[in-house]
Nanobody, 119 residues
């Protein structure tokens, strides 16, 4: 069982930046696919970005060029750098860890961190 704890959310103005962190414990996740998802009020949870153990990154079209996912296997941590934030990025952001054999959307989840983009 993997435990995930997110941090770094908050209130930011449009055009601003935030960096989310997700610390994993319970298992070494260096071989896991790590990802960030988000859920806005009244909407389904959606994939924002994920990164394989080998460092291959995948992004939702709406965040390409603005968000960057990275991982530090030595620290069992994954990050999401979010730049040029827009009001539509407002959501609860969840960290996810899954073995490569588990389908996207499965695996372990963190408790979420709120990101609010507003002037």
């Amino acid at each position: 069982q993997v435990q995930l704890v997110e941090s770094g959310g908050g209130l930011v103005q449009p055009g601003g930046s935030l960096r989310l962190s997700c610390a994993a414990s319970g298992r070494i996740v260096s071989l896991y696919v790590m990802g960030w998802y988000r859920q806005a009020p009244g909407k389904q949870r959606e994939l924002v970005a994920d990164i394989t153990s080998g460092g291959r990154q995948n992004y939702a079209d709406v965040v390409k060029g603005r968000f960057t996912i990275s991982r530090d296997n030595a620290k069992n941590t994954v990050y999401l750098q979010m730049n040029d934030l827009k009001p539509e990025d407002t959501a609860v952001y969840y960290c996810n860890a899954r073995a490569s054999t588990v389908v996207r959307g499965g695996g372990s989840w963190g408790q979420g961190t709120q990101v609010t983009v507003s002037s």
